[in-house]
T-cell receptor
């Protein structure tokens, strides 16, 4: 079965720290990758898309390592509002073939 | 805001009863999806639609059926609800195609089957 694996956490991190977590995928033919953020009892919301080696948006950086088949998400200067579950998603190249990880829970402490 | 609403937002029902969940979108998207989300699992695709009256099964379609008679509405029916179908159900639409496809979600429906 094609899979996307994430460390479920929780990652407990002090405010202002840098935190990173990885997501591994099994299908080497995967074409694009996404990080979604999901707050408690809410729907997933798109955080970042990754189509080549990586992407950066403010405090957030996503890196793709195709050789080792993982995607990482780095959050710098973490805020209390970054507390959420982060979902890794892999697109295998066509509509309706998104494979979802179970998520990594992040808790930012004051 | 992708203009997606789901109804009902919460439902409690009994085993063996039929249940229909509704997803409504306002932006004329062609592709629509129904997922379920359970603790310890990623989102799992139940059914999807690629146009009016065009639907297909996803990974966990057993016990579910769908219909799409209008572009804006995608209905998910649990023919005879079971306790294993207690879950959070999300509807999604997609924008873009191929590797550029990005999905956007409705607020979800929490279903409890007693």
């Amino acid at each position: 079965r094609k899979e996307v694996e994430q460390d479920p956490g929780p990652f407990n991190v002090p405010e202002g720290a840098t935190v990173a977590f990885n997501c591994t995928y099994s299908n080497s033919a995967s074409q694009s990758f996404f990080w979604y953020r999901q707050d408690c009892r809410k729907e997933p919301k798109l955080l970042m898309s990754v189509y080549s080696s990586g992407n950066e948006d403010g405090r957030f950086t996503a890196q793709l390592n195709r050789a080792s088949q993982y995607i990482s998400l780095l959050i710098r200067d973490s805020k209390l509002s970054d507390s959420a579950t982060y979902l890794c998603v892999v697109n295998e190249g066509s509509n309706y073939q998104l494979i979802w990880g179970a998520g990594t829970k992040l808790i930012i402490k004051p | 805001d992708a203009g997606i609403t789901q109804s009902p937002r919460h439902k409690v029902t009994e085993t063996g009863t039929p249940v229909t969940l509704r997803c409504h979108q306002t932006e004329n998207h062609r592709y629509m999806y129904w997922y379920r989300q359970d603790p310890g699992h990623g989102l799992r695709l139940i059914h999807y639609s690629y146009g009016v009256k065009d639907t297909d099964k996803g990974e966990v379609s057993d016990g579910y059926s769908v219909s799409r008679s209008k572009t804006e509405d995608f209905l998910l029916t649990l023919e005879s609800a079971t306790s294993s179908q207690t879950s959070v159900y999300f509807c999604a639409i997609s924008e873009g195609t191929g590797k550029r496809e990005t999905q956007y979600f409705g607020p979800g429906t929490r279903l409890l089957v007693l």
